[in-house]
């Protein structure tokens, strides 16, 4: 197949750029034509998708996650990777996707949308507590604010931004495709946050396969990762993110979804693939075939 890479983008590029060269490579040994498009450099509206057979989309955050590309995809009438364009949009903007997994019964931390100016003036959690951007990726603007932390000394968005409390305990990810779930991996962090460089350059960061779990976490973690996708009507690779508190009597939390997550040599979704016994080609293939279905 002649199969459009695109890459690139302005939020999370560095990202973009790795999973589209770990993704290139699998789709040559695959077999496929390879055409690349960095929407950095070139409008997507104007790409000749005449002879395309395939967009596969390796853009992270921002216009390439949230429904922007989708809605190009679709007007151009060729099938592309991930969710749909409603799907994107909805996992991207996080506090409407807390609001679909509550109402379908997923426990999620709670959450408020907040700003510079107010959070100054008073805390709204106890702290600790975590900002974040209502949507975006890798952890990027992501702060946890603990007891001595001093506000000011910190970079926070000046738009609104969502707060949560901050849980201890594990944190793991849940892969899904083609609704069902691939697996799950555990994250092991020494710096206490698992933010863009522990993600991407530590080599401190361990991952294992939680094989800990009580029966009843599993299957919490996997019935609230299918419902997550399927709530938000998601397609291709999901990966769900949780906290499995300290107190086993508490319920683990979802955090996030991601529509489009990392294909590079240090992203989650591949180590559980290769854990599942899927290398990483079989991957990509799985990745095409529920595009095409």
């Known amino acids: 197949m002649n199969i459009m890479l695109l890459l690139g983008g302005f939020s999370e590029r560095?990202?973009?750029?790795?999973?589209?060269?770990?993704?290139?490579?699998?789709?040559?040994?695959?077999?496929?034509?390879?055409?690349?498009?960095?929407?950095?450099?070139?409008?997507?509206?104007?790409?000749?998708?005449?002879?395309?057979?395939?967009?596969?989309?390796?853009?992270?955050?921002?216009?390439?996650?949230?429904?922007?590309?989708?809605?190009i995809c679709k007007i151009k009438n060729i099938p592309f990777t991930g969710s749909d364009v409603l799907a994107s949009a909805l996992a991207m903007n996080k506090v409407v996707a807390k609001k679909i997994f509550k109402a379908d019964g997923i426990n999620t931390p709670k959450g408020k949308v907040s700003n510079r100016k107010s959070i100054l003036i008073k805390d709204p959690f106890p702290r600790p507590y975590v900002i974040k951007p209502i949507d975006g990726g890798s952890s990027i603007g992501v702060n946890i604010i603990k007891k001595d932390t001093v506000l000011n000394s910190i970079k926070i968005s000046t738009s609104d931004f969502l707060i949560e409390p901050y849980i201890e305990g594990r944190e793991i990810a849940v892969a899904v495709i083609g609704n069902k779930v691939l697996g799950m991996i555990q994250i092991m962090y020494p710096d206490g946050f698992y933010d863009y460089a522990a993600k991407y350059k530590s080599k401190k960061t361990q991952y294992i396969i939680p094989d800990n779990l009580n029966i009843l976490q599993k299957k919490e973690i996997e019935k609230f990762s299918i419902t997550a996708h399927k709530a938000l009507g998601c397609k291709g690779v999901t990966r769900s993110d949780f906290i499995i508190p300290s107190n086993a009597s508490i319920k683990p939390f979802l955090l996030e979804i991601n529509t489009l997550p990392g294909l590079t040599k240090h992203s989650l979704v591949p180590k559980i693939s290769a854990n599942a016994g899927i290398n990483f080609d079989d991957l990509i293939l799985m990745i095409i075939k529920d595009a095409l279905s």
């Open 14 to 71: 560095e990202v973009s750029l790795q999973s589209a060269k770990e993704v290139e490579d699998a789709l040559v040994r695959l077999g496929h034509k390879v055409i690349k498009f960095d929407t950095t450099k070139k409008d997507f509206c104007l790409a000749a998708t005449d002879k395309i057979d395939l967009i596969f989309n390796s853009l992270h955050g921002g216009a390439g996650e949230n429904g922007i590309i989708q809605s």
